[in-house]
């Protein structure tokens, strides 16, 4: 392997992770590098998550006009949650593979909303208590490139989430 050949894949990859633009319609891609080809892909988050939901027959999903996708499977009570409020709920987070990274196992947890992942700030007051939804997460609102524990850079985070209660 030459020097050059190095030369340009870190090159390459620099310039990939600088680069990190916006559709038209405001939806976020992130530009990756395909180091044995040296080519950039270009992978649209939207088009990624919306493919998963026609693959798997899943309907009824709302988008937010920050781009999360929801499934409302329970709405729960009128009453929602706000930032300020402390949520206890029963969760399953996965990756669009099926690859569960953590979950409750029935024991429930209690979190400050505004502590969390803004996927979640964004997408849990959409139910109610007694609400259950499925939160489609494109990396932007997870944990962005960064790996963090078994989730890779640049995931799409699923989650099947119960509002058992808020405060």
Same mark, same amino acid.
Not at 6 to 33: A, D, F, H, M, P
Not at 45 to 71: C, P
């Given at each position: 392997?030459?020097?050059?050949?190095?030369?340009?894949?870190?090159?390459?990859?620099?310039?990939?992770?600088?680069?990190?633009?916006?559709?038209?319609?405001?939806?976020?891609?992130?530009?990756?590098?395909?180091?044995?080809?040296?080519?950039?892909?270009?992978?649209?988050?939207?088009?990624?998550?919306?493919?998963?939901?026609?693959?798997?027959?899943?309907?009824?999903?709302?988008?937010?006009?920050?781009?999360?996708?929801?499934?409302?499977? $329970? =709405? !729960?009570?009128?009453?929602?949650? #706000? *930032? %300020?409020?402390? +949520?206890?709920?029963?969760?399953? /987070?996965?990756?669009?593979?099926?690859?569960?990274?953590?979950? $409750? =196992? !029935?024991?429930?947890?209690?979190? #400050? *909303? %505004?502590?969390? +992942?803004?996927?979640?700030?964004? /997408?849990?007051?959409?139910?109610?208590?007694?609400?259950?939804?499925?939160?489609?997460?494109?990396?932007?609102?997870?944990?962005?490139?960064?790996?963090?524990?078994?989730?890779? /850079?640049?995931?799409?985070?699923?989650?099947?989430?119960?509002?058992?209660?808020?405060?």
């Amino acid at each position: 392997m030459s020097f050059n050949y190095i030369y340009k894949v870190l090159l390459i990859s620099s310039i990939s992770t600088l680069i990190y633009g916006c559709t038209e319609n405001g939806t976020k891609k992130q530009e990756t590098v395909v180091h044995n080809e040296l080519t950039i892909e270009t992978v649209d988050y939207s088009q990624a998550i919306e493919n998963y939901l026609t693959d798997h027959s899943i309907e009824g999903v709302i988008k937010t006009k920050e781009g999360i996708y929801i499934k409302i499977e $329970t =709405e !729960g009570s009128k009453e929602k949650p #706000s *930032l %300020n409020n402390e +949520i206890t709920l029963l969760y399953k /987070g996965y990756l669009l593979d099926h690859t569960v990274f953590d979950q $409750t =196992e !029935g024991e429930v947890r209690v979190f #400050s *909303l %505004n502590e969390l +992942i803004m996927g979640w700030k964004i /997408g849990i007051p959409y139910i109610g208590k007694g609400g259950k939804c499925k939160l489609f997460i494109p990396p932007h609102f997870g944990y962005g490139s960064n790996t963090f524990g078994s989730i890779p /850079g640049n995931s799409i985070l699923v989650f099947d989430i119960e509002l058992i209660n808020f405060n």
